[in-house]
């Protein structure tokens, strides 16, 4: 018997309704033995990570952004609510509406460590701690690139200046990181002896950032170990995903032992973006999942996407991490039918872990009878196997020449059944035209049809496939 599930997933649909959702537990190698557990090294944090949460500082540059204070505040909340550890907020010193919706934020008793980002300047510096933040985050670009052309300034300066801000936030009891912008630009020894200059007068974290998305995850991996060994503070990690590499270096950022990853929902930031908050969580629940799921609302994922995506007027990408439309939905008829079996077969991560349902798309010239077979019996039709395949086969002659959705091939499968058992011919392909008894009830109901011919006592049938 295949599993059936209610439908509660897959919000953005593709416009046709052409696959089911099919429940069932994982396969018991996630549980018992994992194969994508991380490389066993007793400096690497993959199991104990902080977040550091951006949306409201690097995700307000993203070109589309503009949060009005109440946006802002809806956003922290849900933020704490989903249980980032930290969430940064804009300079106090961009503009006077800022410093003001950071000082409403920290007065909100969030859970969450409230940060503000500043540059590394004293005039910055004196705002923010007036804000009530629990933290600030300063920083200020190392390479010579931003040397010369951002703020003009040497190394001496730098070190002078850091000292300066770091010592006057600490005077005022609040946690304090320092970070060199364009981190992979800039020259080691320049990093390492700034990083082990703040460090002796006790930042809480130095910071990398990979500010233009050049690094790849080997580059990561060696600079934040090497800084491993230089510092004692904790290391937070920032990376731009203009080169597609801002998950896996976030990944190897804390295989290096790197403490602290920023994040933003969705990955909006400047240009195309950051590490996304949804893509961290998907690559760490497949290394951790006890860590990542006793730590986070995963459930809350969705909702907090579409808060965001809304407020920046984006759509949620098809192929987005866990949330896209179709991040779990399987269309091959051989997908399928290992899907309907043991769901562990061709996916990593269950879906049920973030409140989402898996689909089985059999609508397609692709399909299986295996597939077909399953939605048969979601339909309560008693077909044998033979049947099915049969079945299947008129399924594929008209998939073969147009588009297909639900209802066609309920109206396949429906007609076909009552050719059988009653022994009539009539043609099959008329039931696409003229839907089979059920569905137009259904539609007259005020449903989709293939919404209400659906069952849904998912627990009863998933107990079976696994
Ligand atoms: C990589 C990142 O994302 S870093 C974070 C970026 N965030 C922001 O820029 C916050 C929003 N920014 C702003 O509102 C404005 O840029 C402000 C208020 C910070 C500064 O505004 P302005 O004084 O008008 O300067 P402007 O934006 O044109 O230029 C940046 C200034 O900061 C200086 N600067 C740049 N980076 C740093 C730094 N890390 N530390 C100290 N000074 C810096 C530059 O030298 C330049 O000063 P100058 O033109 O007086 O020499
Ligand atoms: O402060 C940091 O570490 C990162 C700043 C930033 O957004 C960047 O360098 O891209
Ligand atoms: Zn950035």
Not at 247 to 259: D, K, P, Q
Not at 417 to 443: S, V, Y
Request: aromatic share 6%; proline share 4%; net charge negative.
């Amino acid at each position: 018997m295949p599993p059936t599930e209610s439908v509660n997933g897959s919000s953005s649909g593709n416009g046709k309704k052409n696959f089911q959702p099919v429940s069932g537990r994982h396969g018991p190698h996630l549980n018992s033995r994992n194969p994508y557990q991380p490389v066993p090294d007793f400096l690497s944090n993959v199991n104990s990570f902080k977040i550091i949460e951006s949306t409201l500082r690097e995700g307000e540059q993203f070109a589309n952004a503009f949060f009005d204070t109440a946006k802002k505040i809806e956003i922290a909340k849900a933020l704490d609510d989903f249980g980032v550890d930290y969430i940064e907020l804009t300079s106090p010193a961009a503009s006077e509406q800022s410093r003001l919706d950071c000082e409403a934020i920290c007065k909100l008793g969030l859970k969450a460590k409230i940060l503000t980002h500043i540059r590394c300047h004293m005039d910055d510096a004196r705002i923010a701690v007036q804000t009530g933040v629990d933290g600030v985050d300063v920083v200020i670009g190392t390479s010579s690139f931003l040397r010369e052309h951002s703020h003009g300034k040497d190394m001496d300066y730098i070190h002078k200046t850091a000292i300066e801000v770091i010592e006057f936030v600490k005077s005022h009891e609040i946690e304090i990181r320092f970070s060199s912008e364009d981190s992979f630009r800039s020259e080691l020894v320049d990093l390492l002896s700034i990083y082990r200059t703040v460090d002796q007068i006790g930042v809480n974290r130095v910071g990398i950032a990979d500010t233009v998305g050049c690094a790849s995850p080997r580059q990561v991996y060696d600079l934040v170990r090497t800084l491993r060994g230089v510092v004692s503070c904790d290391i937070e990690t920032h990376f731009h995903n203009d080169t597609g590499c801002a998950v896996a270096n976030a990944y190897c950022a804390l295989e290096a032992g790197a403490t602290h990853i920023d994040t933003s929902v969705l990955g909006i930031g400047e240009r195309n973006g950051i590490t996304p908050l949804g893509g961290l969580m998907a690559r760490m629940i497949v290394a951790d999942r006890e860590y990542v799921t006793s730590k986070y609302k995963l459930h809350k994922l969705r909702d907090l996407e579409n808060l965001v995506a809304e407020a920046v007027e984006v759509n949620i990408p098809f192929n987005n991490y866990i949330t896209g439309f179709c991040a779990f939905t399987h269309k091959a008829g051989i997908h399928a039918k290992a899907i309907l079996a043991n769901p562990s077969t061709y996916e990593i991560i269950n879906p049920a872990d973030f409140g989402i349902t898996r689909y089985v798309h059999f609508a397609s010239r692709l399909t299986g009878w295996n597939a077909i077979k399953s939605r048969v019996e979601q339909l309560d039709l008693d077909m044998t196997d033979a049947q099915c395949k049969e079945c299947t086969a008129k399924i594929k002659l008209l998939a073969d020449v147009r588009p297909l959705n639900v209802d066609d091939v309920d109206s396949i499968i429906r007609q076909y059944h009552f050719n059988i058992k009653t022994g009539n011919d009539q043609p099959l392909l008329k039931g696409i035209e003229h839907p089979a008894p059920g569905i137009q009830e259904a539609a007259d109901a005020g449903e989709p049809a293939a919404k209400k011919l659906r069952r849904t006592e998912p627990d009863q049938d998933a107990a079976k496939c696994c």
